[in-house]
């Protein structure tokens, strides 16, 4: 089995090493690969509407063909989903978005669930998606420390401050707003998972690893999305996703011709 994992920033080698480092050891079976694969070009830092049309274009055009090259299943890594219902529509393959997963676990685990993220800026597409996952009753609150993300850095360097922050936001959480799961609002975020699940009274979930998880079942279960809600296109038109720029000033359609 073969997964796509979509990283949606054009990193070098280095930044995909810092984004894949969040994939345990041992967490999916032996048969299973997944391929980390950088988007060609991006938006900044997702703070607005203008900036997520960017994140969708860019990381569906990184998905477009996982179908035809041998994929079994496509994951994007960020929990905004960007890009998933534009996959969905395109690929028959299963298509898995961290938020999506990491939002209904919650659910089953618990009663009502936080999300723990960095900036307040970010709020925007939090609440796009629990309006079209349906899930407004069950979210107790989105909690931030405010601090503006490094999207490929991470918390190098300043792990211990950063962790207690979050922490300490994830116990206001609790206390006061009657959250009994702990979401982490960024697969940015992912080093602060084992410092939150040893320092908080319930479960907390790392999106990045469930949605993996979750895409291998999926697929060992012979499931996929239903093309009844995400219906196929009737006219492909990929060489306009490919026509976008990457940060190199190159364009897909340019290299192929």
């Known amino acids: 089995m073969r997964i796509k994992y979509i990283i949606p ?10 984004r894949a480092a969040q994939m345990p050891e041992g967490l999916l079976g032996p048969d299973v690969k997944i391929e980390f694969v950088p988007v060609r070009n991006s938006c900044l830092l997702l703070d607005s509407y203008y900036e997520s049309a960017l994140f969708d274009a860019y990381i569906a055009e990184a998905g477009l063909q996982a179908e035809q090259e041998g994929y079994d299943a ?40 936080s999300v723990i993220t960095m900036w307040d800026t970010w709020r925007f597409f939090y609440k796009k998606s629990f309006r079209e996952y349906g899930l407004q009753d069950i979210v107790a609150s989105v909690r931030a420390v ?9 918390f190098a360097g300043k792990e211990e401050e950063m962790f207690q922050k979050l922490t300490a936001e994830a116990m206001r959480a609790i206390d006061e707003d009657g959250a009994d799961v702990i979401v982490i609002g960024s697969t940015t975020m992912h080093q602060a998972a084992g410092y939150l699940a040893e320092h908080l009274p319930c479960p907390v979930i790392n999106p990045g690893p469930t949605a993996v998880k979750i895409a291998e079942a999926i697929v060992t279960l012979g499931l996929t999305h239903s093309k009844l809600a ?25 290299a192929a011709g």
């Open 9 to 18: 920033f054009p990193f070098d080698e280095a930044g995909v090493a810092a």
């Open 146 to 154: 405010n601090i503006p993300p490094d999207v490929e850095a991470l």
């Open 74 to 113: 496509v994951v994007m890594d960020t929990v905004s989903d960007s890009g998933l219902q534009i996959l969905r529509s395109r690929l028959s393959i299963p298509v898995v978005g961290p938020g999506q997963v990491a939002f209904h676990l919650a659910g089953i685990l618990g009663q009502r669930f």
């Open 230 to 254: 995400f219906p196929t296109p009737g006219t492909l038109q990929d060489e306009k996703f490919f026509s976008l720029i990457g940060a190199d000033g190159s364009t897909r359609t340019a």
